[in-house]
């Protein structure tokens, strides 16, 4: 099974910066894709930024110049770095992976969401 741990979140205010970051462990042969999204209060999940293994980014518009995703690829690991955050950047924020095992199973997995709170 594939296993990823989040980390990063927490209260900040308006204007502030965080850093997310989630690693994945378990029967992983090749990472695909590896993202984040997030869900608001109240408010379905959606996607805020993915990468390929290629290093490819795509973003959501409400995030695009604000946030940036990077990997590393030798650690199976990818980072959220938010920055100039908003309330309405509030959410809690999931780990997305895509990941090919050694037998050449694709699957997609999810973290168990990391708390992220902008208020003042």
């Known amino acids: 099974q594939v296993h990823l741990v989040e980390s990063g979140g927490g209260l900040v205010q308006p204007g502030g910066s965080l850093r997310l970051s989630c690693a994945a462990s378990g029967s992983i042969f090749r990472i695909v894709a590896m993202g984040w999204y997030r869900q608001a209060p109240g408010k379905e999940r959606d996607l805020a930024a993915t990468i390929t293994s290629g290093g490819t980014p795509n973003y959501a518009d409400s995030v695009k110049g604000r946030f940036t995703i990077s990997r590393d690829t030798a650690k199976n690991t990818v980072y959220l770095q938010m920055n100039s955050l908003k309330p309405e950047d509030t959410a809690v924020y999931y780990c997305?992976?895509?990941?090919?095992?050694?037998?050449?199973?694709?699957?997609?997995?999810w973290g168990q969401g990391t708390q992220v709170t902008v208020s003042s």
């Open positions: 997305n992976v895509i990941a090919r095992s050694l037998i050449g199973t694709v699957s997609a997995y």
